[in-house]
């Protein structure tokens, strides 16, 4: 196969400029460490909790499992999120798991049964804390992700974005006294999907900024 | 470039072992992990061997896609670019291929992409008054728009000369509406650059 004209010299030019470099942690690693500053935001939800049952709550198993199918959803969501910063790698697979678990804990909203303190103030102040608490891990995600090469800064986006607001979800039901089905669905779901597609949008457009192939318009 | 340097370790095919998804990869494919390995770690030889070695699968990846043979280069030349800023993000552990491809596969979209984007830009921009070209610049255009490429030449000439809309050109040059996009922005730009030399 013959090469192109331009291939000794743009070899000769990269071989020149090659330097040692920070390979990325792997990804299970990668993952670890912010599943380390997730359960942080979590456990510091507990502390501030506004319900004085968290620790009785804690024993109700529908709590446990809405909890852990938030968090669960999260970490997946994370782990696509690092994946898609690896060129070659499949993040979709994990994806689905990560929505399939978000819906499933959506469904146990669902089933929850009416339950007084539901006022506006309170759904307000919910949606306002799930950004709150999900900022530190969406900073953190954004950073682990824009260490790599993400090819789908979209998806990538939608990961990250999804990833951290699950877990600004799982700590407000950590904090928020309100048990009402219909509570939960508009003022800690909806959110979560608004937040994720802002998220898209904000970090989709910075990551585009540092992709690796600038394509012709910008060379 | 591809020769090994006398005195120099040579690079040991190591960079799999323990972890499965290098088993029963073939010989070739495990010899380039172990390239980008050492390239990682700053080892220029090694560099310079993997990208002679990969260059002829990259090309061959593109040739297969891209047409135009200017084009073909400018996106080879993305591929290792991109390669080159992405290398950090390569797992020794695993073949080089799947993500050498993945690279090749986003340059190949990024690159239609922002044709296509450009492109449409330019058809909502106004034209621009007519001015009256002198001899010169009127040679240098009529020599620019001769030492297009065919496919370029055509694409220019059915949108801008005979004015036709996009997909009657389309349909005329026998090809999609996005290639034709993609053929006239590439003219426009080589227009450019010959006009503002």
Request: glycine share 6%.
């Amino acid at each position: 196969m013959r090469l192109p004209s331009a291939h000794d010299s743009i070899v000769a030019r990269l071989v020149a400029d090659v330097r040692p470099v920070r390979r990325l942690w792997p990804p299970v690693v990668r993952l670890a460490v912010w599943v380390v500053i997730a359960a942080t935001v979590l456990v510091l939800a507990a502390r501030v909790s506004l319900r004085g049952d968290v620790a009785g709550a804690l024993g109700s198993p529908r709590y446990v499992l809405e909890l852990g199918l938030l968090a669960g959803a999260a970490a997946a969501a994370a782990a696509a999120a690092l994946l898609a910063a690896i060129p070659g790698r499949d993040p979709r697979p994990v994806a689905a798991a990560a929505a399939l678990l978000a819906a499933l804990s959506a469904t146990t909203f669902l089933v929850e049964p009416a339950a007084p303190g539901a006022t506006w103030f309170a759904g307000f102040r919910c949606a306002a804390c799930i950004p709150m608490f999900g900022l530190v891990p969406w900073l953190a995600l954004i950073a682990a992700v824009a260490r790599g090469a993400p090819l789908d800064a979209r998806g990538a986006g939608a990961y990250v974005g999804a990833a951290a607001f699950l877990i600004g979800a799982a700590a407000v039901r950590l904090a928020c006294p309100v048990d009402d089905g219909h509570h939960l669905l508009v003022w800690h779901v909806l959110p979560v999907v608004a937040w994720t597609g802002i998220s898209v949008l904000a970090t989709a457009t910075w990551l585009a900024r540092r992709a690796v192939a600038p394509g012709p318009a910008r060379s | 470039m591809s020769g090994s340097r006398p005195g120099r370790p040579p690079v040991t095919f190591t960079a799999s072992r323990g972890k499965g998804d290098m088993d029963g990869a073939p010989e070739a494919s495990r010899r380039r992990a172990a390239l980008m390995a050492a390239a990682q770690l700053g080892d220029a030889q090694s560099y310079g061997d993997l990208l002679n070695d990969v260059g002829p699968m990259v090309f061959a990846f593109l040739r297969r896609r891209v047409r135009d043979a200017d084009d073909c280069q400018d996106a080879y030349q993305d591929v290792l670019l991109a390669l080159h800023r992405a290398r950090h993000t390569y797992d020794p552990h695993r073949p080089l291929e799947p993500w050498l491809f993945a690279i090749a596969r986003y340059v190949l979209s990024a690159r239609e992409r922002s044709a296509r984007r450009a492109f449409d830009v330019a058809l909502a921009e106004p034209p621009e008054p007519a001015v009256a070209a002198d001899g010169d610049t009127r040679v240098r255009l009529e020599q620019a728009v001769r030492d297009l490429p065919r496919a370029q030449r055509e694409a220019m000439v059915l949108l801008y000369v005979d004015g036709l809309p996009l997909e009657a050109a389309a349909e005329r040059a026998g090809t999609t509406t996005g290639a034709l996009k993609v053929r006239a922005h590439r003219a426009y730009r080589a227009l450019r650059r010959l006009l503002t030399v």
